[in-house]
């Protein structure tokens, strides 16, 4: 199974910064698939991105995703309190799925 | 739109089994793969499998092997997941989860999920 591991835990930033948010997993994830997703307290995960890169629904162009191969990033711009939240990156290049441990964002 | 209703939530004691359903409407049933994800409380998410509504066609995270168990009704457009042997780290919120449109993988569409308690 491959492992996805997120860093850092916890990442807290004022209002107006960037975040970058790292995930690496344990093999290469197939085709790049990866997904990186958004939970508030109390709410349902969000998509926010898939195949690595590319932006879900109505989500809005400060969310952006990069990386490839082992070594994914999830780049926040324009931080506002309402991005507080946990954030899990997600593959689903190999048959068994796998989630990372999250990160929890704090503006 | 799509959506997909849960069934309530569920108390169950340890070594029982458990069934939830996820109903799905808004959209064509069986064109689209239904993922499990849990999540126990405080903790991060799990993916626990999937399935193709069309039947056959399933998949879970090695822990579960042999222990969850995903069927389908497509007359009434309902997925069902089973798991049995329950312990008191099956305690958790699950959610079911439909494929995106294009990227199939990624989790689009999910329910509010089902609490489920295990405790004597």
């Known amino acids: 199974e491959v492992v996805l591991t997120q860093s850092p835990g916890t990442l807290s930033l004022s209002p107006g910064e960037s975040a970058t948010l790292s995930c690496k997993a344990s093999?290469?994830?197939?085709?790049?698939?990866l997904a990186w997703y958004q939970q508030k307290p109390g709410q349902t995960p969000r998509l926010l991105i898939y195949?690595?890169?590319s932006r879900a629904t109505g989500i809005p162009d400060k969310f952006s995703g990069s990386g490839s191969g082992t070594d994914f990033i999830l780049t926040i711009d324009r931080l506002e309190p309402e991005d507080s939240a946990l954030y899990y990156c997600?593959?689903?290049?190999?048959?068994?799925?796998?989630f990372g441990q999250g990160t929890k964002l704090e503006i | 739109q799509v959506q997909l209703v849960q069934s309530g939530a569920e108390v169950k004691q340890p070594g029982a089994s458990v069934k939830i359903s996820c109903k799905a409407s808004g959209y064509t049933f069986t064109s689209f793969y239904l993922h499990w994800v849990r999540q126990s409380p405080g903790q991060g998410l799990e993916w626990v499998g999937l399935?193709?509504?069309?039947?056959?066609?399933?998949s879970n995270a090695q822990k579960f092997e042999g222990r969850v168990f995903f069927t389908s009704d497509t007359s009434t457009n309902t997925v069902y997941m089973e798991l049995t042997r329950l312990t008191s780290d099956d305690t958790a919120i699950y959610y079911c989860?439909?494929?995106?449109?294009?990227?199939?993988?990624?989790?689009?569409?999910w329910g509010l999920g089902t609490l489920v308690t295990v405790s004597s």
């Open positions: 997600q593959q689903y290049g190999s048959s068994m799925y796998t």
């Open positions: 989860a439909r494929d995106h449109a294009v990227a199939a993988g990624a989790c689009e569409h």
């Open positions: 195949g690595a890169s």
């Open positions: 399935m193709s509504p069309r039947g056959g066609i399933t």
């Open positions: 093999q290469r994830v197939g085709s790049n698939y």
